[in-house]
């Protein structure tokens, strides 16, 4: 299965719309484009001008409020006070790279490696999830000799040469390269008992496995990011990921468990996506949600896989690590645990989609809601058939943007309403929401 869209292409603004465009709109979609070109991406038919956000709200030109649902990049919530002063304190002091011993920055990695299981010793610290995807396909090919992955089939890692490759979702085309086999996302399906996706995942990740080793390529490893977000949230049962783990470290191969999206409490069981599953990877990578805002990025992992990798590259990274991110990064770890937000995060989620299962008794436009704490995703199907419309989805995702919500999409399809507010989204927030959703499902044209 190929995706109907490239994921930068789910939810985008249409370059070809433009002239549809009025007043400043307009003007600052042609500046954006001329500096940007064929690069540029924006949301929705009418993109917006943001110029402020504080907590779960965005704030336009206009001074129109917005509830953000969708990005995650502010875990703890937009601007947040403690993570603003503990980055303005730091860059006050000194903004330096990491070949100097400094305090805030060795404290930080101690604290974040204390999170994760203890075989994983080791933290270096990058700038984006992309880096961070991009050095730990690397360190699972120094590792096993091997060039093979294995991913899902709309799965998405980031944007480095080495991690499109792994990102079917980012391929125009739909081909992987040939060191690459995708296996289904794991949807259940009607009938299933206990243990059937488990069982019926392992078996295609086997399959692969044996598939990489008769071409020659060898297996060098799974990644997954743990909640399945790009192919469309698929979250439950936890522990359905191990039996596929197991199966790949029995083959020698290296699993990597992508945190950037479902890392830093999201899933609202634990920090870690992870360990819903009970596995224990044997690399983490972290991204977005760090810093809240400040970009970095991180890969965390076992000593010996690391040493092997240095024995043959000098690695270094200017920015990554450096001492405003640890600060950034200490900040929000503090105001995670301080204010509660995996415990909001499992409770608020958990009435989210309660909410939305109500509403989806009404409403046959809606199909399954999926997740895990405050990471969600909705299917938008045809009435009738029930199949995926994303075209329908399109239109929904506008309407909420009319009505000052803010959403994205996701799934091979599009389909799939991606529902992924700030930590410190509230039973408000999830009521206003839901009761935005409904409007748009009974007045579409509103």
């Given amino acids: 299965m190929n995706p109907t869209k490239p994921i930068l292409a789910l939810n985008a603004f249409d370059a070809k719309e433009a002239e549809g465009l009025v007043g400043r709109t307009a003007e600052m979609v042609e500046r954006r484009r001329a500096t940007a070109g064929a690069s540029s991406v924006l949301f929705y038919r009418e993109p917006i001008e943001m110029v402020r956000a504080s907590g779960v709200f965005m704030y336009d030109r206009a001074g129109e409020r917005y509830l953000d649902v969708y990005n995650n990049v502010p875990s703890v919530g937009h601007c947040h006070p403690r993570v603003v002063e503990a980055i303005a304190r730091q860059a006050g002091e000194m903004a330096i790279h990491t070949r100097y011993l400094n305090d805030t920055v060795q404290g930080y990695s101690e604290a974040l490696l204390a999170t994760l299981p203890a075989s994983i010793g080791n933290l270096v610290m990058t700038c984006t999830g992309s880096e961070s995807n991009d050095l730990a396909l690397r360190l699972a090919m120094a590792t096993t000799g091997a060039r093979g992955f294995i991913v899902t089939e709309t799965a998405y890692h980031g944007n480095t040469s080495l991690v499109t490759e792994v990102s079917p979702s980012s391929l125009k085309g739909g081909a992987v390269p040939p060191h690459v086999r995708v296996v289904p996302m794991p949807a259940e399906r009607d009938g299933d008992g206990p243990g059937d996706l488990a069982a019926r995942f392992a078996g295609a990740v086997a399959k692969a496995i044996g598939e990489l080793q008769a071409s020659g390529h060898g297996l060098a490893g799974l990644i997954v990011d743990t909640i399945f977000s790009s192919d469309g949230v698929f979250a439950d049962p936890p522990g359905f990921l191990k039996p596929a783990v197991e199966a790949v470290q029995a083959a ?57 990798f240095c024995e043959s590259v000098g690695y270094f990274n200017t920015f990554g690590g450096n001492t405003v991110a640890a600060a950034a990064g200490r900040a929000v770890l503090e105001v995670i645990a301080g204010e509660g937000l995996i415990e909001n995060a499992e409770a608020v989620g958990g009435y989210l989609r309660a909410g939305l299962r109500q509403l989806a008794g009404r409403r046959p436009e809606i199909g399954a809601v999926r997740g895990a704490g405050l990471f969600v995703g909705l299917d938008i199907v045809d009435p009738d058939t029930r199949a995926p419309d994303a075209r329908r989805a399109g239109a929904v995702i506008n309407g909420l943007r009319r009505r000052h919500v803010l959403v994205g999409a996701a799934g091979p399809f599009g389909h799939t309403l991606k529902i992924r507010p700030p930590l410190c989204f509230s039973r408000e927030h999830a009521e206003m929401f839901v009761a935005a959703l409904a409007d748009v499902l009974e007045r579409p044209a509103g």
């Fill in 252 to 308: 020698g191969g290296i699993f990597i468990a992508d945190e950037v999206q479902p890392g830093f409490g999201r899933t609202g069981a634990g920090l870690w996506g992870f360990a819903r599953h009970g596995v224990t990877p044997d690399i983490v990578t972290m991204g977005k949600p760090m810093g809240n805002g400040y970009p970095m990025g991180g890969v965390a992992t076992r000593a010996d896989l690391l040493e092997r």
